[in-house]
């Protein structure tokens, strides 16, 4: 009776707003019970039955209460939906379609409808599906959870599920563009000749879609010519059409492991532009010359060309062959075997003079899936940078510096990568660390490209990798811009990729930029904001993709090592309260240590994610950069989780 008794309600709602409220993100756990985290780092602990109106990661404010000496939040208010489309498994509850969210904080079924163009009578227990939150306890005449089904993604046995349901979550493509009925060049430029010289293609050997060529001379007077010919689509597609406008939206093309989705239709990007051996091709090509030391001298000829590859050759072949394998690959002409040992000599001096002047990458193997038709992983290999791939390495950082360098002068815009080196915000805190381990560098000038090359020379110097961790986390983030801005991570004053157009939305923009420079006028890319975002985001989800993809295939992988007896060489690549992270050196994987089985006695050790160590009986025991030697102690596939432990406690 007293239900909707007016000042009843008054009543309530006059102690609801004499409490004290917060807003933070809801942060669930496996037991029910959550967390709300403020922005100032204070957390709100939210009771099991009021973390049935909200879910992980939804923003919210909630009143505080108080009872004793225990404080509660009791979300109010939905500021942001932590799901809107999301991926999800069924689960029939009383016949009914129910769906829970892939994500391993959320635990719950929510109640579904499915839309028309889905058969729900064949949705089955664990099927994969998207979804679309409908409804939310929080939201004004909403008293309940609803999603709506919008798309099967892989039936729960689908051996590819891996695949589809990561493209899924992150709404990118799975299948390749359509091809147009037929294709014809959509330019009538004039070409250069140069199908009479010997440009070779140096991929690895399964590659289809051959982007660049390289023809190199020696100097007389020292030094070297180098001629790099990339792949002409734009000659293809012209701005603005179904092609083009298909190939911004998807932005790159989509790498996984077994196989790959296009950017562009295959017949343009393996066949009608790839680089084929013996086939004439459209290109753009640029010829730059190189002083003895290295040295970029003089500004790039850009112009537009035909060419003909001579030699379709293998990152492994060419390896072997300069590195002295007993029985190694050899070139079929002398023509051929003069590219390939003044291409290695143009690479040594480069990469010498970009040891001095600008900055080298570290040698960090990239990690190759084997998987066969069904899905399973058969083996994974570590795939180290070896003497030919630093060789078209050194060519396309050449190739794309010029470019950076021709756009900025000529136009003062293109896509340009960069990278701002320290994070402003960062550098008091940097200064100071760098102090602590004897090295003195200014805060001002660690701005500059010169500064920073210097700072990272010195942290290669370190005797470990501890130092160079803790700094890279205070670098600022690589950014994509519109204008001409220095590349720190590289050492370059400027870098403009347009070595990948059958890949690179942003590489064919600057394609278009180099043809408008060189006499070719036609309509090019509004270089906005928008664009520059669109980009920027489609490249972060690609990378996670690739990502997520990887750590699903490396749970299916490890879990027949669970339990075991089998150890791996780690590398520690993070430390925080919880535990240490670790990265398996032979496969790549990424997996955890939880902190209680480094040392049973919690009260012992102390895991500071400030300072990137681990103590024992206050004792420092373990840095990020590390070794450790675990096994694996438990994978969970579904939510591709992989923990480890150390093959011996710091108590033992």
């Not at 480069?350 to 190759?368: C, I, K, N, S």
């Not at 070719?520 to 904001?529: H, I, K, R, T």
Request: with cysteine; glycine share 6%.
């Amino acid at each position: 009776m007293f239900q909707d008794n007016p000042l009843l309600q008054q009543l309530k709602a006059q102690i609801r707003e004499s409490l004290p409220t917060v807003e933070g993100t809801v942060k669930g756990t496996e037991k029910g019970f959550g967390f709300i985290e403020t922005e100032k780092g204070e957390s709100h602990f939210v009771p099991p039955p009021y973390m049935k109106k909200v879910m992980h990661g939804d923003k919210v404010t909630a009143v505080l209460r108080t009872e004793g000496e225990k404080t509660s939040a009791e979300p109010e208010t939905l500021l942001e939906p932590f799901l809107t489309r999301f991926v999800a498994r069924v689960k029939r509850i009383k016949g009914r379609v129910n769906v829970v969210p892939d994500h391993p904080l959320i635990k719950d079924a929510i109640r579904a409808r499915v839309k028309k163009s889905v058969d729900e009578e064949s949705l089955q227990d664990g099927d994969y599906v998207v979804a679309h939150l409908k409804r939310h306890p929080l939201r004004p005449d909403d008293n309940t959870f609803l999603a709506e089904v919008s798309e099967l993604v892989a039936k729960t046995d689908d051996p590819h599920v891996p695949w589809w349901v990561i493209l899924a979550k992150h709404d990118l493509a799975k299948v390749e563009p359509a091809d147009p009925a037929q294709w014809q060049l959509a330019d009538a430029a004039e070409r250069t000749d140069l199908t009479e010289l010997p440009f070779v293609t140096i991929d690895a050997e399964s590659t289809k879609d051959m982007d660049d060529a390289l023809y190199v001379e020696a100097k007389a007077e020292g030094g070297w010519q180098l001629t790099v010919a990339i792949a002409d689509p734009t000659a293809y597609v012209a701005m603005g059409d179904e092609v083009d406008l298909e190939a911004k939206k998807r932005s790159f093309t989509q790498y996984l492991p077994g196989f790959n989705v296009p950017m562009l239709p295959r017949q343009l990007a393996d066949e009608l532009c790839s680089l084929v051996e013996g086939e004439d091709r459209p290109a753009v090509a640029a010829r730059i010359q190189v002083a003895a030391d290295g040295a970029l001298q003089g500004e790039a000829e850009f112009f537009l060309a035909t060419i003909r590859s001579q030699g379709k050759l293998a990152y492994d072949k060419v390896s072997d062959l300069l590195e002295g394998v007993e029985g190694a690959w050899q070139p079929e002409s002398d023509a051929i075997a003069e590219q390939v040992n003044t291409l290695h000599a143009l690479a040594n001096a480069r990469t010498a003079w970009r040891h001095e002047h600008a900055l080298v990458f570290p040698d960090r193997p990239d990690y190759r899936f084997e998987v066969d038709d069904a899905g399973n992983v058969l083996a994974i290999h570590a795939e180290y940078r070896r003497t030919a791939n630093r060789i078209v390495e050194e060519c396309m950082i050449l190739a794309n510096s010029a470019c950076g360098a021709l756009l900025g002068a000529k136009l003062g815009k293109g896509i340009f990568n960069s990278h701002a080196g320290l994070d402003p915000e960062k550098i008091p805190a940097a200064i100071e660390l760098l102090s602590e381990h004897g090295l003195t560098h200014c805060a001002e000038k660690v701005t500059t490209l010169e500064g920073y090359c210097q700072l990272r020379r010195d942290l290669d110097a370190q005797p470990t990798g501890y130092l160079d961790a803790r700094i890279r986390r205070m670098q600022a983030y690589a950014e994509m811009a519109a204008e001409p801005k220095p590349h720190f991570g590289m050492g370059l004053t400027g870098y403009a990729t347009w070595t990948s157009p059958i890949r690179k939305y942003g590489d064919m923009i600057n394609h278009r930029l180099l043809k408008a420079i060189i006499g070719q006028p036609g309509a090019l890319n509004e270089l906005d904001d928008d664009l520059l975002a669109h980009l920027a985001e489609k490249r972060k989800l690609h990378r996670m993709c690739e990502r997520d993809v990887g750590d699903w295939l490396y749970a299916r992988y490890l879990k027949a090592q669970e339990g075991g007896e089998r150890e791996y060489d780690a590398e520690v690549i993070d430390i925080n309260r919880g535990g240490v992270r670790v990265r398996l050196k032979e496969i790549g994987a990424v997996a955890f240590v939880p902190a209680p089985f480094l040392c049973e006695d919690k009260k012992r050790l102390e895991c500071s994610g400030d300072t990137g160590i681990a103590k024992f009986d206050g004792e420092p025991v373990l840095r990020v950069a590390d070794d450790l030697t675990v096994l694996i102690a438990e994978v969970r596939v579904d939510q591709r989780n992989v923990v480890a432990k150390p093959a011996k406690r710091f108590d033992q």
